[in-house]
């Protein structure tokens, strides 16, 4: 936990002395009209351990944070971090529909390449046709980067996920690219989705997706921002059928010492009957 300024200042002016007055090594006192009135070192002593306390409290928010919950940052996990993030992702059409969970393990391999598991993705579905929870699969991420979105004109990422259940195969590809201006994040995701469904994975279909994202960090701990979601559905890879979908919303992220949160709203500008009017997303991490 980090101190208070104001209480290592109070604590500081205790033992402060009341006075400067310094010796030459003659024995003289030296001449003060060279400094400005009340000028005090000491003082100035206090603001320096103030700042070095608040830059460590500052520095001690989460570094693995996820500023976005419907698109990926490029920057990969450190080597040999572990950590444990849980997805919720609530949908609403005319009331509560469904609420699909995923539960993952992210792990940092190289300063360039982590790996993650999701263990289970499930939902409960609120329907008269499929009503309660279902399991759906499991997933296995990787994720390379390439360039720093700080020290590089444009932070570039590859993404790949494979996810197989019961009756369900997915293959998604990822581009990620983002780019930082001190506080302010963006980001962009363009995804690929092939999936097979159904007994024997008769079943297929295909799905490209667009999202833009910012974010501005208001302190060390929070930031705010915005998310946009292009989708654009392919029944049976047929082009004819194709359906265009838009979500737009906005987002925040709180980090702590070691776990953060972020939650993001979205809501329906097009008016597909069959996508939710609204969708909220929770990410909560937490750092082994």
């Known amino acids: 936990m980090c101190p208070a300024p104001w209480f290592v200042a109070t604590a500081l002016s205790r033992h402060a002395p009341n006075s400067y007055c310094p010796t030459h090594s003659t024995g003289t006192q030296p001449s003060t009209a060279v400094r400005p009135a009340g000028f005090q070192p000491t003082v100035f002593k206090i603001a320096l351990i103030i700042a070095a306390v608040m830059l460590l409290c500052q520095t001690s928010a989460f570094a693995g944070a996820r500023h976005f919950t419907f698109l990926y940052e490029a920057p990969t996990a450190a080597p040999g971090s572990f950590e444990i ?21 992210e792990i940092g391999i190289t300063e360039h390449f982590q790996a993650s598991i999701y263990f289970a993705n499930w939902d409960y579905t609120r329907s008269h046709e499929n009503r309660g929870a279902h399991y759906d699969s499991s997933s296995l991420e990787l994720i390379y980067n390439l360039t720093n979105p700080v020290t590089d004109p444009v932070g570039v990422s590859l993404y790949q996920e494979i996810s197989a259940g019961r009756r369900a195969f997915e293959s998604e590809t990822k581009l990620i690219a983002q780019k930082n201006f001190g506080p302010l994040i963006l980001a962009y995701n363009l995804t690929l989705e092939a999936e097979w469904e159904d007994k024997g994975l008769r079943e297929h279909n295909g799905e490209i997706q667009q999202v833009f994202g910012a974010s501005y960090e208001i302190s060390p701990r929070i930031s705010v921002g915005a998310e946009m979601l292009h989708e654009i559905l392919l029944p049976g890879w047929h082009s004819a059928e194709a359906e265009n979908n838009f979500f737009l919303g906005p987002n925040i992220s709180y980090r702590g010492d070691r776990w953060f949160a972020t939650v993001t709203a979205l809501a329906q500008t097009t008016r597909t009957e069959s996508e939710p009017n609204y969708q909220v997303r929770l990410i909560f991490g937490v750092s082994l």
């Open 85 to 105: 993030e849980n997805y919720a992702t609530t949908r609403f059409a005319n009331g509560f529909t469904e609420a699909v969970f995923r539960h993952e393990l």
